[in-house]
Each structure stands twice: as structure tokens, then as C-alpha cells.
């Protein structure tokens, strides 16, 4: 059933899954997401909330999707490339790092601010943007990054990566050799201000430490107190 819904509704931006909330990426120029959840007064508001700044919102019918949204996210890479932000009442630092190591591009803990919410799905959604031209390709000896088409190439092996983790890795190819500050990486890739109690930024880090692992063993060191260094 999951995958009956996303081929039918494959124009969409942001997917969002209450209770665990999920967020699409962007394409073309209208800004579309899916809702999904089974508290339906929840998913009213929050469309009709979103509706006012020009975003549209599908929102799946009972038993569109039979699955808990855990065993969604698991499945979710397999379908499709879209970006993922979780909304959730489990906002322990346990829950956010699953949730994080299993593939979301944010997670966001209830109560919540609707405003914060809006401002996070357009950072999604201008994450994944495919606008060409807007930045130079990245080619090393070992990375090849094509930002128009959002695609890395490792060794000349394309490596699958979310749109949080291209962004990350776009960064620390800029300043190869360099250690590169938390809060500088917080602010350029997730567009927001770095705090240590914020563990999203680690978690990125070694998921596409590990997808890399595949080519480079610790090919992103961490500097305690510092940042990271990418040392291929």
C-alpha cells in the first residue's frame, strides 16, 4: 500500500507523518505535501494552517498506509529519495537519534511551534531543490559532486545520500583538511543555529561517515570540541 501511495502521488514536496511526521522534496514550483497520520483533527489544522503560506497538503486516507511510522521510515529510502522530518511526542535524545540514524532529515518534538514547523519545511524543501547553476560542482581524485542533479560519485561509484547528507558532504569537500567548526555546519546545512544539546548534526555525520566507510575508512574525523575534518 505504501508504494501504491507514493507512485500516486509523486508530485509531492513533503510528506508528513504525524504522530511521526515525514516531509517530501520540492518539485517544480508549488509547494505539495502528504500528511499522513490517523488523528484527522490534527491533520486539518495543521493543512489549513499551511495552506495560508502556499502550501498545499494531500493528506492520506485511512488505510492508505498500514504501517507505524518507524517500519515507514525503514521502507521510505527504497521507494523514494524524498527528505524526511519527523514530528513526534517521543522527544527523548534516544528516540531523535533513531529516528535520525534511520534516515530523517530533521525531527521536531510535540508540543511544537507552528511556526518552527513552517520554517523547517522550507528549509527541506530549499535543501532539495534542484535549481541549476546556483553552485560549481565539486570534482576531487575521489569525489565527484554534480549539484544540479544532486549526485555524488565516490571513487566513480555513485553513493546514494539524503539531501542532508550531500549538503554536509558538499561543505567539508569545500575545506578538505580543515576542521570545520559544528556551528558553521549546523548554520550552512541545516539552517538553523547549532546547540550541544542538539545531537541532529552528529547523527548526519555518521550516516554518511558510514556510507563512505564503504570507499574511505574514517574518511570524516571528528575533533572533540571542534568539529569534523574530512581527510580524503
Not at 507505524?68 to 519527523?86: A, C, F, R
Not at 553513493?159 to 578538505?176: C, H, P, Q, V, Y
Not at 545531537?199 to 555525520?205: P, Y
Amino acid at each position: 500500500m505504501l508504494r501504491k501511495v507514493t507512485k500516486e502521488k509523486d508530485n509531492l514536496q513533503v510528506v508528513i507523518i504525524l504522530s511521526i511526521l515525514f516531509l517530501t522534496r520540492k518539485i517544480a514550483m508549488n509547494k505539495q505535501i502528504l500528511l499522513v497520520d490517523d488523528d484527522y483533527e490534527q491533520t486539518d489544522l495543521l493543512s489549513e494552517y499551511l495552506s495560508a503560506y502556499n502550501i498545499e497538503c494531500d493528506i492520506a486516507e485511512d488505510g492508505e498506509i498500514e504501517i507505524d511510522g518507524i517500519s515507514l521510515l525503514k521502507q521510505l529510502p527504497s521507494l523514494t529519495d524524498t527528505p524526511v522530518i519527523m514530528l513526534t511526542a517521543k522527544d527523548s535524545d534516544i528516540d531523535r537519534i533513531i529516528g535520525l540514524e534511520l534516515g530523517a532529515d530533521d525531527y521536531i518534538g510535540k508540543p511544537y511551534n507552528p511556526r518552527e514547523l513552517l520554517a523547517r519545511i522550507n528549509v527541506v524543501i530549499k535543501r532539495n531543490q534542484r535549481i541549476p547553476n546556483q553552485q560549481e560542482n565539486l570534482t576531487t581524485s575521489i569525489f565527484q559532486l554534480n549539484h544540479d542533479k544532486r549526485t555524488c560519485f565516490v571513487n566513480q561509484v555513485e553513493l546514494s545520500l539524503t539531501g542532508t547528507e550531500f549538503d554536509l558532504l558538499s561543505a567539508l569537500i569545500k575545506r578538505k583538511g580543515d576542521i570545520v567548526d559544528k556551528s558553521l555546519l549546523s548554520e550552512e546545512v541545516l539552517q538553523r543555529e547549532w546547540s550541544p544539546f542538539d545531537r541532529s548534526l552528529d547523527v548526519h555525520i555518521s550516516r554518511l561517515r558510514k556510507k563512505l566507510s564503504v570507499h574511505h575508512e574514517n574518511a570524516i574525523k571528528s575533533v572533540r570540541g571542534k568539529g569534523y575534518q574530512l581527510t580524503v
